[in-house]
């Protein structure tokens, strides 16, 4: 073997040359595509159970465009392993399972938060990816748990830091798309409007080159306006008559 030492098991093994070392980022960053598809396939069987789900190159799950996006940060990947450890756990009733993806949770979100700390790689749309698989996890793992919003709110303020025209094309306009409800159910919850009712944000902006939209896509455009509606009705709920009453103490009354 050229280049390698003779008598080196472990380069024989990876054949790679004497005194060659990988950080640990470097080789689990290596080796996380050889587990995609488990990682999916687990994840897509258990969200969307009796469908028969088998992922292929042709026909793919969004998750495997998330993984598409980034080769050297763990966020995403860990992410993934979240994921794919908790709803496997539920259906194989597995605590083992449960436990690994609160400490794989930890760890995405320690990489998140260095991904999010780094101007280079803070707007990279795979921190997209990862803190939406986070909140749904959140969503899943936890009976009346608020932590979804807290990644809805941080969702909403990475895409709109990165701008409409960061969304005009694949895969950015695709995510875009699939946290735009999940923005969307926190923003109503918290009645406070949200930028996704500006005109640059509109479904008819962002895919302009598409020449029919789909109803649900229009659905969600009409959506958008309800949590500023409800933040204008509270602010006149809380506009004092000439005695001093707002209409929100005369209707608790």
């Not at 042709?58 to 998750?63: E, V, Y």
């Not at 794989?104 to 939406?132: E, F, G, H």
């Not at 875009?176 to 902006?205: G, H, N």
Request: with cysteine; hydrophobic share 40%.
């Amino acid at each position: 073997m050229p280049n390698t030492s003779k008598a080196c098991v472990t380069c024989k093994r990876r054949k790679i040359k004497c005194g060659t070392v990988e950080t640990l980022e470097q080789h689990l960053a290596a080796q996380f595509p050889r587990r995609l598809n488990v990682w999916v396939s687990s994840a897509a069987a258990n969200l969307f159970p009796g469908n028969g789900y088998s992922p292929k190159d042709s026909d793919r799950s969004w998750r495997f465009d998330y993984l598409d996006l980034d080769t050297t940060s763990l966020a995403l990947p860990t992410a993934c392993c979240v994921s794919a450890l908790f709803f496997s756990s539920k259906r194989s009733a597995a605590t083992q399972d449960v436990k690994s993806a609160a400490s794989y949770y930890c760890k995405a979100l320690a990489q998140l938060s260095s991904n999010l700390q780094d101007p280079q790689r803070m707007l990279a749309p795979a921190n997209i990816a990862a803190v939406n698989l986070l909140g749904v996890y959140e969503l899943a793992a936890f009976d009346n748990g608020r932590g979804w919003m807290a990644h809805a709110g941080g969702l909403a303020r990475l895409i709109a830091t990165r701008g409409p025209e960061s969304h005009l094309q694949e895969p950015a306009r695709m995510y875009y798309k699939i946290c735009r409800l999940q923005i969307l159910s926190q923003a109503l919850v918290m009645r406070q409007r949200t930028f996704l009712d500006e005109p640059a944000w509109s479904s008819a902006v962002i895919w302009q080159d598409t020449p029919i939209l789909s109803t649900l896509t229009q659905l969600v455009d009409m959506l958008a306006v309800i949590p500023g509606l409800l933040e204008c009705s509270d602010g006149v709920s809380d506009i004092p008559d000439p005695y001093g009453l707002t209409v929100r103490d005369k209707n608790s009354r």
